[in-house]
């Protein structure tokens, strides 16, 4: 919602924003004018959500910025609406059936699993083309040798927010989170249920720039 | 601006959404109110944006959501201001310098130039990684031979918005674009000045989300 504001409300907002709390009367006698002409704009200021006021105190700055709109909004989405089906393989199979499997699912992570989905580890284009290059035979090395180890793996469950799924992912410079179900959290237990990737984070991005409800 | 409505409010903008253009008078009739009475709520409403009052034709819904705050707000943000340092590589370089360069510089696609830094290709990890489980020694097959060639990659230049990039990179299914300026635009001819990827949109999309100024 794009509110336009007059340039006498701009004028209020800004003296507010300096001297806040200042009362009514405070704000009237700065731009030469009387209490009563300032009524409406204070009362559209006030139910815009751009000044808060309380009695005895004055009017105080409380007006939200886009960003902040922005904020709230992928806070309120959360990563199991928005998650890819997850792409695993047996951390008994070889690093060659990992190279397989990225090329026939076209993705550039793989959960690795032990018995009944659980999650061992995780496995990127990146770990593979590393073993790729070497000396070893690409099917003699088991994934479980080259992936990045349980309890090393950034996760994220279907409860967390986008806005922290995409974090993790910048902060931990990864391409990839498993979306897990945690069974037993102390002993590290989860089941994987999908993938958040950067990938994810790019059509949500699109999807709410496109000026569509969402 | 978050502005919360009262259920009034919600109310008449639903009656003007699905009967707009209407009167003040029709709308007042409808909520079994009288004209006077919904006056502040229509003037808030106006004043916010929500609706559009014309004379002797009424209220019409003109309220933007907060999905096209978004969309407003990403197509506002240019591609120069948050490319990536451009990582190339030279044409005459061998497969094996290309995987390298993608270690030694931690990305997993580079822009492949000819003479001058003018885009010839481009190479991702997925590309070297179909190379290196082949046959063929990564020392002895030159890039130029495995990349996506110009004139079908994919580009944006720096004067893009960010969420027209994004949609390139959703809706062409690649990581990365490299960020160019066009020479000749006729015979091709694009100068590599940086990159814009999925890493690049992740950290768009955590910084709005961050509740800072942007």
Chains 1, 2 share one sequence.
Do not use: C, W
């Not at 409300?9 to 209490?35: D, H, S, Y």
């Not at 994934?143 to 931990?172: C, F, H, Q, W």
């Not at 391409?175 to 990938?199: C, H, N």
């Amino acid at each position: 919602m794009a509110i336009e504001l007059s340039a006498r409300q701009q004028q209020i907002l800004e003296i507010v924003r300096l001297e806040g709390p200042i009362t009514g009367e405070q704000i009237a006698e700065k731009l030469n004018l009387t209490r009563a002409t300032l009524r409406p704009d204070l009362a559209i200021l006030t139910m815009a959500g751009f000044l808060e006021a309380r009695p005895r105190v004055g009017y105080f700055y409380a007006g939200k910025k886009t960003s902040e709109i922005f904020g709230e909004q992928l806070r309120k989405m959360l990563v199991k609406d928005h998650k890819a089906v997850p792409v695993v393989i047996s951390e008994n199979a070889t690093v060659y059936d990992a190279i397989v499997a990225m090329f026939v699912e076209d993705v550039g992570n793989l959960s690795v699993v032990k018995d009944h989905g659980i999650l061992a580890g995780v496995i990127s284009r990146k770990d593979l083309l590393k073993v790729a290059i070497g000396k070893q035979e690409t099917q003699s090395v088991p994934v479980s040798l080259v992936m990045t180890r349980m309890p090393n793996v950034i996760t994220v469950t279907g409860e967390d927010n986008v806005y922290n799924a995409a974090r993790k992912l910048v902060e931990n410079a990864v391409d990839s989170l498993p979306v897990v179900k945690v069974l037993d959290a102390e002993r590290k237990q989860y089941e994987v249920i999908g993938r958040f990737t950067k990938t994810t984070v790019t059509k949500i991005f699109v999807e709410l720039g496109s000026n569509r409800e969402i």
